[in-house]
């Protein structure tokens, strides 16, 4: 079940699917405040520079009127120039001006063109390469500017030969080696947009053209994306849905994907998430139904094991998301699996299966599961 997820708020802890961007709207002066300090001779440009910055992403946000006035005075080309700055403060200014322009009404059909036109998504993404030089401040900004490009599809295909799936990829290896070395607190700011970039550029028909781009083997993106899910369980879990996107859109339509899952042994923990709230256990069951859907092979390894009963712990849940994505996957299982049916039916799953016959919407599929059991 892959598709496009234009989650735009930037709070990772909204789980809902909504228009891009609103978050980072208002008045703001950085990730890390300009200094109030005396400036040194050698600096005071780049202070002030900084300072027009932040004053202009405040004007962005205040007024239309500003922002029409903005393109044709040569907005992006001055931004473009800013972004060669060797100078953080700067960059992370410039990063929080963009990301208010690239937040307006108009962007997708006025804005965003412009932008792709020009040399900032090459530099963007050169800030966002993994290493000794990235800064976390001006990632951050940076991660949030690519994520509302991607969310207008002006042209994700553009990103995407210029490299971005993989150096998003690079940059979720290197932020789950950063949580295994450390339990930095802020690291959500960066893993946010991070897993959003990528769970939307996977719908594109391009990234398939080019996956070879990302230069990482399967179980590497898997494995580290596991690692920063179990960092979040225990920090903060409003971002389990985030990353179980980016799962769901990784397995969708990659059996390689798929076959990494299950060669490093990770259904069991995947299955451990379920209980953590509905919207976390309608995308673990989708990211299951991705493995068993492709087929008896798949499915060997999903039964025997503890999905049947957790499965039938899922039916005594009442809400219909999770009670469909449920049935749907024990479908598939038994479809590969008719050793499994039977083992449902001698766990009692025909009663389990009876709570829900009333439900309008889940009828229908109850009735069919209910056939496919007894018939297996």
């Known amino acids: 079940m892959c598709g496009l997820d234009p989650w735009g708020s930037r709070d990772p802890a909204v789980p809902a699917v909504s228009p891009a961007g609103d978050r980072g709207k208002g008045e703001r002066k950085g990730f890390s405040q300009p200094s109030s300090r005396l400036a040194a001779p050698g600096d005071a440009a780049d202070l002030h520079q900084e300072l027009c910055l932040y004053t202009l992403g405040n ?23 800013c972004i060669q700055s060797p100078h953080p403060t700067v960059l992370e200014a410039l990063g929080y ?21 020009s040399t900032l998504p090459q530099h963007m993404l050169r800030l966002l390469q993994p290493g000794p030089k990235l800064n976390p401040g001006v990632a951050v900004e940076f991660a949030w500017c690519l994520h509302y490009i991607i969310c207008s599809q002006v042209n994700n295909a553009l990103l995407i030969t210029h490299g971005a799936l993989s150096t998003l990829g690079l940059l979720l290896l290197d932020l789950a080696g950063a949580v295994q070395r450390s339990e930095d607190a802020g690291l959500e700011l960066l893993v946010c947009p991070v897993f959003r ?9 391009a990234a398939e053209a080019v996956e070879g781009q990302m230069q990482l083997r399967d179980e590497r993106v898997v494995a580290a994306l596991f690692i920063l899910l179990q960092f979040f369980l225990q920090k903060q879990p409003s971002l389990l849905p985030e990353g179980l996107w980016l799962l769901n859109n990784l397995t969708a339509n990659s059996p390689s994907f798929c076959t990494s899952l299950l060669s490093l042994d ?21 990211v299951l139904c991705n493995v068993a859907e492709k087929g008896p092979a798949y499915c060997e390894h999903l039964w025997p094991g503890p999905l049947l009963s957790s499965l039938l712990g899922m039916l005594a849940f009442s809400d219909t998301d999770v009670i469909g994505q449920s049935l749907e996957l024990l479908q598939l299982l038994f479809l590969y699996r008719p050793e499994a049916a039977q083992a449902f039916l001698q766990q009692s799953g025909l009663q389990a299966l009876e709570r829900h016959e009333e439900e309008a919407q889940l009828q ?13």
């Open 266 to 286: 990770l259904i069991e923990p995947l299955l451990q998430l379920l209980p953590v709230s509905n919207v976390v256990s309608v995308l673990v069951l989708t």
């Open 59 to 81: 004007l962005i946000v205040e007024s239309e009127a500003v922002r029409r006035q903005l393109l044709p005075q040569g907005i992006v080309p001055a931004l473009a120039a």
């Open 197 to 205: 970039c990528l769970s939307n550029l996977l719908t594109e028909t």
């Open 97 to 117: 001006a963009l990301s208010q322009l690239l937040q307006a009404k108009e962007a997708p059909e006025k804005i965003i063109p412009s932008v792709l036109g």
């Open 364 to 376: 229908e599929r109850v009735h069919v599961l209910q056939q496919t059991a007894l018939h297996r």
